[in-house]
């Protein structure tokens, strides 16, 4: 290791004074530039992408090729032949692959369903001992199609035809609809909020009951009796543990749990063919005969009630809309079929078990009696326990990924605050989103905490979702009609909105058990939801944008004005505005407010993600100066987004093309680029001005979406901001701001005076007490002292000039025109000296003018009113005596 030291100055060049002020600028710049090799500049690659975002676009490219390859090997002629290369090319294109992550991330609400439907609709009749043959037919007819009208004819055949670039969910479609109307805003924030808000139930409802079915087996039931919060512990253990491995992407968590969703719901189709063996009559009831006349029987002891309990087999219907973008349309067509027969075979398969059972006494008095377990050999129930433990969590991923997903789409639409997304997988649709991630952990955690169990909870499962599917038909019923289909738009309206809203009646029965939770939650995410849009819409009206003709002539004077010194040699704003030849009168207010910050160079920045991965682009406007540049990022969805990096590329790029000059730094810093000097980022905030014209609604909608934008975070985090020092303004928002009353002046009355003074205050005629104003000796006075002040300062630069110690140029004196070259000469070989020497004379001048002022004004107040004239030229003549 080498040690360098700064070489002491040469004795040798001590005779000549040059050589030695010659060799001190060169140790100075060699100190410098060993200074500067500590502080290294960040190299600027000639690469757009790194070596490994190079070998995933490799394994992408061989695998397409592959796909290609395979698809021309097994293509067949004809018409079938030309289907089937149309959807392997298209958006329903097929992969095994895909279709394993499917049944593991979209299949798992509507998976567990089985698990506690029969058995609620138990609890509801009364026991097994009030079933009989016309409710269990009645129960399957309507199961059966409840799932076939809701989830497969509405969801999978309707729904999913209707996507926004792949994705899909209540906001999706609410983005196709958008320019219809804007009362469409309403239904599609209801249903998201109601959405949001059973993502929260689902977990704690899923894995709770999963986790209590331990207590059907005869070993572990002695362990749960004793230790009541058992079950509770091992529940909040297993979803922490999910919240945890989200970060790790969809499509890694997918193809594990597909594979094992995939044994679940073989296992639920064996299952449920065991036991319709003993009875091939129960398909007696896919006629929906049984279902109807069940609904309106006096057995039906829940009445229109028992619709809630139906509604349960469907409940995971929307997450499977709202996941496709996750893993593509065409795998769910591909998947559905064998989750749809599977789930109808298990639900015949517990009926069929209740007809044989309904006279088993032994039966009857059993609490909390569950079908799907009775069902089984008791040698096969830990196996059972054990997968629907582990399909508790799959469900509960298939509603957390869908909530990712409407957040991302709720932040497009300007309905939640910008949130920092990550893309672990290499497709734009698995997402995860780190703030969504920690809300939805601690809000299953508090929902655990205060039902406790699963019982108690499912008494509010349910309720929010069926808002979510009234408000999904109404927009797929308006998108239908714009697309010309309009009977079909009536009919599918008049049937899915009948069969809907009698699922949300038979729910709003739960509200007293637990439902109100979930109507407050969502109720609370809809006052997000509502705010924020509304706050952005004032934000939005009062946004405006100047022209280049508006702008430049002040920029350009202002870059040329040498008399105000640099803020920065370059001045960053980041933008939201997607044009780019304008400019927002935010950043002119910026730069012109208070001071000016004058630069080198004005950059204003704005930031687009792209749909693919790796993609990393910029475009550059310059007005045709070479000081203001407007510049537009592109990235791909998988590029971190680092703007102090790719913004120092594209300052070097420019540099070197002429269009930045350079901006030479003489001494080292942190980014130490020759060529680019310091840079400075500035935010603005906007603020709401009291006296804005704005309604109280208004005014709330603003605070709290400024209230929740502090929560969330700032773009500082978000593109790396924070090792920068960014500037944080505050400017106002001009909102129609209205003028307050204009202030009424009072007289002050000295009334402490008055009380020293006693009787003879009393004397004192009335006017001269209360009137204060400036008499005409004071006002006098005051213009007197302002013209001593101007002719003691002619008077001390004369006195300078005569001398020979100040040029007269310097001081702006009256000149003659002949001597306009001789000046000018004479004010640029001005010493320093000179220049302390009239700035002290001057400054003490100007104290002995200041004491005048005040003792003249002093003399005005004492003297009396015949005496007032006098006054004034006393004071004048004051300066004359000096």
Not at 207 to 222: D, H, M, N, Q, W
Not at 291 to 306: D, E
Not at 478 to 493: E, N, S
Request: include cysteine; proline fraction near 5%.
């Amino acid at each position: 290791m080498t040690k360098s030291r700064i070489a002491a100055p040469s004795t040798d060049g001590a005779k000549d004074p040059r050589n030695g002020a010659k060799d001190s600028e060169k140790g100075s710049k060699a100190a410098i530039l060993r200074a500067a090799s500590f502080t290294k500049a960040p190299k600027v690659s000639h690469k757009t992408t790194t070596r490994e975002e190079r070998e995933v676009i490799a394994q992408q490219q061989a695998q397409e090729v592959k796909e290609a390859e395979k698809l021309v090997a097994s293509a067949v002629r004809g018409p079938l032949g030309r289907w089937w290369a149309k959807v392997q090319t298209s958006s329903d294109r097929f992969t095994l692959g895909m279709a394993i992550v499917a049944l593991g991330v979209v299949y798992g609400d509507i998976g567990t369903s089985p698990l506690y439907t029969a058995q609620t609709f138990l609890a509801g009749q009364g026991g097994l001992q009030n079933i009989n043959s016309e409710a269990v037919y009645g129960m399957l007819s309507l199961l059966f199609w409840s799932i076939t009208l809701i989830t497969t004819v509405k969801y999978v055949f309707v729904a999913m035809r209707t996507d926004n670039k792949g994705e899909g969910g209540i906001f999706a479609l609410y983005s196709l609809l958008r320019r219809k109307g804007a009362w469409l805003a309403i239904p599609a924030m209801i249903g998201g909020a109601a959405f949001l808000a059973d993502s929260v139930l689902t977990p704690a409802v899923s894995i709770s009951s999963a986790v209590e079915g331990l207590r059907t087996i005869e070993a572990f039931r002695p362990v749960f009796l004793e230790n009541e919060n058992l079950a509770l512990m091992i529940t909040i253990i297993i979803i922490v543990l999910l919240f945890s491995v989200q970060q790790r992407g969809t499509e890694r968590i997918g193809k594990v749990f597909g594979i094992v969703v995939m044994i679940w719901f073989a296992f639920l189709a064996l299952v449920g063919i065991v036991n319709i063996g003993q009875d091939w009559t129960i398909f007696e009831a896919l006629n929906p005969i049984y279902g109807l006349k069940f609904l309106f029987s006096p057995h039906n002891v829940q009445g229109l009630a028992v619709m809630g309990v139906i509604f349960l087999s469907t409940t995971g219907a929307e997450a499977l809309y709202s996941d496709m973008g996750h893993v593509g349309r065409g795998n769910v067509y591909a998947t559905w079929p064998f989750i749809k027969v599977a789930l109808v075979l298990n639900y015949f398969g517990q009926g069929a078990w209740m007809l044989q059972h309904q006279n088993d006494k032994a039966l009857w008095s059993l609490e909390g009696l569950n079908p799907f377990f009775q069902m089984l050999e008791p040698n096969v129930r830990y196996v059972a326990v054990i997968l629907s433990v582990t399909a508790g969590i799959i469900a509960s991923q298939a509603l957390i990924t869908g909530a990712y997903t409407m957040v991302s789409e709720a932040t497009s639409l300007n309905w939640m605050p910008h949130l920092q997304v990550r893309y672990p997988a290499r497709t734009r649709g698995q997402l995860y989103i780190p703030v969504v991630n920690v809300v939805l952990c601690v809000a299953t955690l508090t929902v655990l905490a205060v039902f406790r169990d699963s019982e108690h909870i499912s008494g509010a499962y349910g309720l929010a979702l069926t808002l979510t599917m009234l408000a999904t038909t109404i927009l797929l019923t308006v998108h239908m009609w714009y697309q010309k289909k309009r009977l079909g738009a009536l009919i599918f309206a008049i049937v899915f909105l009948m069969i809907e809203f009698m699922f949300f009646v038979a729910s709003m029965a739960k509200f007293m058990h637990g439902g109100w939770f979930t109507m407050l939650l969502g109720f609370s995410i809809l006052t997000i939801m509502v705010t924020w849009k509304d706050g952005t819409k004032i934000e939005r009206s009062q946004r405006l944008h100047m022209k280049p003709k508006d702008f430049l002539p002040v920029l350009d004077k202002l870059h040329g004005d040498f008399r105000i010194p640099y803020f920065a040699d370059n001045i960053v704003y980041l933008t939201s505005d997607r044009e780019m030849k304008r400019l927002d009168t935010g950043i002119f207010f910026s730069i012109f407010a208070d001071h000016p910050k004058r630069a080198r160079a004005w950059w204003a920045v704005s930031v687009e993600t792209d749909d693919a991965p790796f993609t990393r682009e910029y475009c550059v406007e310059n007005f045709g100066t070479d000081y203001l540049f407007r510049v537009k990022i592109k990235l791909g969805f998988k590029v971190s987004p680092s703007i102090p990096a790719y913004l120092h590329q594209i300052m070097h790029d420019l540099s070197h093309t002429g269009e930045l000059p350079r901006q030479k730094s003489v001494y080292p810093k942190v980014d130490a680029d020759p060529d680019i000097g310091p840079i400075r980022y500035v935010l603005l905030h906007k603020a709401l001005m009291p006296e804005s014209n704005i309604s109280v609604r208004g005014a709330l909608s603003l605070k709290m979406k400024y209230a929740i934008r502090h929560i969330a975070g700032t773009p500082v985090k978000w593109f790396g901001l924070a090792p920068y020092n960014p500037i944080v303004e505050v400017q106002p928002l001009f909102v129609s701001t209205r003028r307050p009353p204009r202030l009424q002046r009072e007289e002050c009355s000295p009334r402490a005076v008055q009380s020293l003074q006693g009787a003879s205050a009393a004397e004192t005629p009335v006017d001269m007490v209360s009137d204060t104003r400036p008499t005409d000796a004071e006002q006098t006075a005051v213009m007197n002292a302002r013209d001593i002040a101007a002719a003691n300062v002619l008077l001390a630069d004369e006195q300078l000039v005569n001398t020979g110690k100040i040029n007269p140029v310097s001081l702006k004196l009256p000149a003659k025109a002949g001597d306009a070259q001789s000046s000018q000469s004479r004010e640029s070989s001005q010493s320093s000296q000179s220049r302390e020497l009239r700035e002290a004379e001057v400054s003490l001048d100007a104290a002995n003018v200041t004491h005048a002022v005040v003792q003249a004004v002093e003399d005005a107040e004492r003297a009396e009113e015949p005496a007032q004239a006098a006054g004034g030229d006393e004071a004048a003549g004051l300066g004359e005596t000096r």
